[in-house]
């Protein structure tokens, strides 16, 4: 039986669209937006797969919102939630119904530069390395157990733009590569790490794009 994943996102999609494209051993049962123009749900339902939009303006209250939300996917039965450029702070209440299922992508070499415009913040910080992290969500915002990083460097004519267009390559191999462990039941949680079951080679859980 393939693992039921559900994706959540706002804009673009171009991280589902690596992941549904990747050949992985997963069923997307359903594409779910806060944004109803997001185009990521027009690459979902042209390709045949669930689309539904949750416009959150319609619902001012976040915890109400979320509930909402929580309630939809779980319609889907998902063994696994994807946030795949979601741009809403998730409530706890949230985050605890699917806590050790939901994956983020983020990105920045996490714990450097939570929060938003990582990439301005990596360029005014002068970091010679820079990059992207995928791990699991808990209420502790952009701090949960980290599955997977890639690294690029950062160059001296870098702008926002070539750095994140340099991480999103990056973001697109990574994305994948996370989804398709916790497919096999290779990811465990222990002590707030993830250990990679069956890995010959620590090498592959670190991945430079360099
Ligand atoms: C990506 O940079 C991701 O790391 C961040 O939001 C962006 C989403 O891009 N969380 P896309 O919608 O997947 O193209």
């Given at each position: 039986m393939s693992c039921r994943v559900v994706v959540l996102l706002s804009g673009r999609g171009s991280n589902f669209q690596a992941i549904a494209e990747?050949?992985?051993?997963?069923?997307?049962v359903a594409v779910i937006s806060?944004?109803?123009?997001?185009?990521g749900l027009e690459y979902a339902r042209t390709h045949g797969l669930t689309a539904i939009a949750l416009d959150h303006t319609a619902h001012p209250d976040r915890e109400a919102f979320d509930t909402l939300l929580a309630d939809e996917i779980e319609r889907h039965q998902p063994d696994l939630v994807v946030?795949?450029?979601?741009m809403r702070i998730l409530s706890p209440v949230f985050i605890a119904r699917f806590e050790g299922r939901l994956l983020n992508i983020h990105p920045s070499l996490l714990p450097m530069f939570p929060g938003l415009k990582t990439h301005e913040r990596a360029l005014e910080e002068g970091v010679k390395i820079h990059g992207c992290t995928v791990h699991f969500v808990t209420a502790d915002l952009d701090h949960g157990p980290i599955v997977i990083q890639a690294a690029v460097p950062v160059r001296a004519d870098d702008t926002p733009g070539s750095l994140a267009a340099r991480v999103l390559v990056q973001e697109h191999r990574i994305y994948p590569q996370a989804v398709r462990w916790f497919a096999e039941g290779r990811l465990a949680i222990f002590r707030g790490r993830v250990n990679l079951k069956d890995?010959?080679?620590?090498?592959?859980?670190f991945s430079t794009g360099m």
């Open positions: 990747a050949q992985l051993p997963i069923e997307i806060n944004r109803p123009q997001a185009t946030l795949a450029g979601y890995d010959s080679t620590s090498q592959s859980v």
